[in-house]
């Protein structure tokens, strides 16, 4: 049974409709949907049909080798579908090389122990017409956790338009930008230090603002925890945040965003 989202669902209902198969044969496929279980790893092949966003794959913690035989089990499942694995290092992405066809990779920088750390996709999916993110950074040292939202909306069809260093030290820089930011379905704030632009953002915009806090600043920052209170203590209403260096979280919020407004429409 291939990984069970919306569309192969339909496609197994319309072929047990059409009689080409058994009531059994669909319970039978309906029940393997649900799981790939590899032993160190139960991959949930559901997930896309109950929240509309496949399960994605997490490098840190992973032996090379249990990354490899997850991406090549995926693959194996549904050949077409997107598979995102996420925050991989150098020596995780070789050994998904030798099982799987060459992904796209997107370079994120230094990670906070010291190692450069990629995301790779596989079939990204085509664009969608008529959604976009703006995604702000207050800071070029913020561009780490911005460039792991962008690649998470492109690997899952939405533009995205990154303003970097936008921080209140030069507020103007936002400013001359704001036009740019308030044409955007969704707007994603990434800083550090204070976090002192989600607010302004918030303030300036009608759109759903996601903040995201980074670890990036001096010692009173404390790793992220100031930028994160201040976010979460905002006099902006409305502002939704995310946990520390969390980019994939702010790029899957902001796509549930936008394909809930659509459905809505629909």
């Known amino acids: 049974m291939s990984t069970l ?10 072929r047990f409709e059409s009689g080409d198969i058994s009531q059994k044969e669909l319970i039978k496929r309906l029940e ?8 160190y790893a139960r991959l949930d092949t559901h997930r896309s049909l109950r929240q509309g966003f496949p399960e994605v794959i997490y490098g840190p913690g992973k032996t090379p080798e249990q990354v490899a035989r997850i991406i090549e089990a995926l693959l194996a499942q549904e050949k077409s579908s997107t598979l995102f694995l996420s925050r991989a290092t150098t020596v995780q992405l070789d050994a998904v090389r030798q099982v799987a066809p060459e992904p ?11 190692s450069g750390y990629f995301s790779a996709v596989w079939n990204p999916a085509p664009q969608r017409e008529g959604a976009s993110v703006c995604v702000i950074t ?5 561009l780490t956790v911005a460039t792991e939202v962008t690649a998470v909306l492109y690997a899952f069809g939405v533009k995205s338009d990154l303003i970097p260093d936008c921080g209140v ?35 300036l915009v009608g759109s759903p603002v996601i903040c995201v806090p980074t670890s990036t600043g001096y010692g009173a920052s404390l790793a992220g925890v100031t930028a994160l209170l201040s976010m979460l203590s905002s006099c902006t209403p409305g ?28």
């Open 138 to 142: 207050g800071g070029t040292a913020d």
């Open 239 to 266: 502002l939704s945040v995310v946990g520390i260096d969390n980019g994939f979280g702010a790029a899957v919020s902001a796509i549930r965003i936008l394909d809930y407004g659509s459905s809505r429409l629909d």
């Open 32 to 39: 393997s949907g649900f799981l790939l279980d590899l032993g």
């Open 169 to 203: 030290a030069g507020i103007h820089r936002l400013l001359e930008q704001i036009e740019r930011v308030r044409s955007a379905d969704v707007v994603v704030v990434v800083a550090g230090m204070e976090g002192a632009i989600a607010s302004v953002v918030g303030g």
């Open 5 to 14: 989202d919306r569309s192969s669902l339909e496609i197994l209902i319309k």
């Open 104 to 114: 796209e990779a997107f370079y994120h920088g230094v990670s906070l122990a010291d």
